[in-house]
């Protein structure tokens, strides 16, 4: 059982829409929220009790948070190593350091997860054109090179489909890492999302297929349409032998055209993908992750309905923005981000459903991007 009792400050380093939703579902069990973020408007301030307007690299920011907070969690990965270490030390910080620092960079989280026993695409870091080449000589084209650190949401990374993208392509070996990963041709993808309590408990949720459109997660189906639950539960009962989690995270796969299973990556936090758990789960993906920190007993998670989840980007919000409540099934999260970008994520939608194919057939005409 928790030793933080009601009223209890938890402390979330990072304020976008994650530590939002975090704070939301903190503040309905009756504790406290103070974040920490370097944007003045981040979405998070609206539901905190103490805002900490500060980078991220900033330690004594960082540290008065701790002090004022009974337990701190994180929705941004990206913490410089000796800091986290550092307050994982001096605070109450479940989740430590050592995780995370991994899955930080891909080319250490691609190696834990084979050590963990875990199928990965063949991948290698490249210092260099000649190596490069090399990993293509090896395993032909298509390639996907990714930066090692700071990417998400597709950023940092390139397709090279051709020898004529190949010597076209000016990649900067020298401001940046890079891992180059075969390119698969891809049957589907799924996501698991699964919480485990600072004692051990876990419970997972449904398994999701989730569309990416230009590496950004477009749409998600919740329970997926094919069912690859129990090989992905090995997958991350191996993980989860292989390194230390706490609270919730989730674990991308690959499925190829020969119907193969791979771990494509592991966010150690709220994740895209389980955004829909709000409406059509007994907890949501931020219920189990603050009760999990706090130690209480994990639920075992039941989804009422069949989920579809959309997401907004600043040129679907630009679009559907006049007509977003006209749809009254539709359970609509705008989170509250000032700067729209075309690509940005400025919110998303849920419906719950008894006919996912009519549903979606119903959605795709809302959300047509032309692409
Ligand atoms: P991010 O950190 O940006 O989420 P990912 O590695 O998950 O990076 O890549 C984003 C998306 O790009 C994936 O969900 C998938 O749709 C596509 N992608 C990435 N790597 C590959 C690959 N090796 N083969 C096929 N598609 C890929
Ligand atoms: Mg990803």
């Not at 026993?117 to 395993?139: R, T």
């Not at 392509?169 to 698969?184: N, R």
């Not at 950004?216 to 329970?223: E, K, V, W």
């Not at 090995?234 to 989860?240: D, G, T, Y």
Request: hydrophobic content about 40%.
């Amino acid at each position: 059982m928790s030793s933080i009792s009601l009223g209890g400050t938890i402390g979330i380093i990072g304020g976008g829409q994650l530590g939002k939703m975090l704070a939301q579902s903190a503040l309905r069990m009756g504790y406290r929220v103070a974040i920490l973020d370097p944007s003045e408007d981040a979405p998070a301030r609206a539901t905190c009790h103490t805002f900490i307007h500060a980078p991220f690299s900033d330690f004594e920011s960082l540290k008065q948070l701790c002090e004022l907070s009974d337990v701190v969690t994180y929705e941004f990965e990206n913490i410089d190593a000796h800091i986290l270490r550092t307050l994982v030390h001096d605070y109450n910080v479940p989740q430590g350091a050592e995780t995370v620092l991994t899955l930080q960079n891909r080319d250490l989280e691609k190696a834990a997860i084979q050590a963990a026993g875990a199928d990965i695409v063949p991948y290698q870091k490249v210092e260099d054109k000649d190596a490069l080449d090399s990993f293509i000589d090896a395993h032909g084209l298509p390639v996907i090179i990714k930066t090692t650190t700071g990417g998400y949401d597709g950023k940092g990374q390139m397709v090279i489909e051709t020898e004529a993208d190949l010597a076209e392509a000016s990649i900067p070996f020298d401001e940046a890492e890079w891992v180059a990963e075969k390119y698969l041709r891809l049957e589907r993808e799924v996501s698991l999302t699964t919480a485990r309590s600072t004692s051990g408990q876990v419970t997972h949720f449904p398994l999701q297929e989730n569309l990416h459109k230009d590496q950004i997660l477009y749409r998600t189906i919740a329970p997926s349409r094919i069912d690859y639950t129990e090989e992905a539960k090995r997958a991350v009962h191996q993980i989860m032998e292989a390194m230390h989690f706490v609270g919730v995270f989730t674990v991308e796969f690959f499925i190829d055209r020969d119907g193969r299973l791979y771990v494509n990556e592991i966010a150690p936090r709220p994740h895209n993908s389980a955004h829909h758990t709000i409406e059509s789960c007994s907890i949501s993906q931020f219920d189990a992750h603050i009760l999990a920190l706090l130690d209480h007993p994990m639920p075992e998670v039941r989804q009422h309905q069949q989920a579809i989840m959309m997401n907004l980007l600043g040129d679907d919000l630009d679009r559907l923005e006049d007509t977003l409540f006209s749809q009254p099934d539709w359970h609509v999260h705008v989170y509250g981000k000032t700067g729209r970008k075309p690509a940005r994520k400025m919110g998303h939608v849920t419906l719950l459903t008894d006919d996912v194919d009519t549903t979606l057939d119903h959605l795709e005409q809302k959300f047509i991007r032309g692409v």
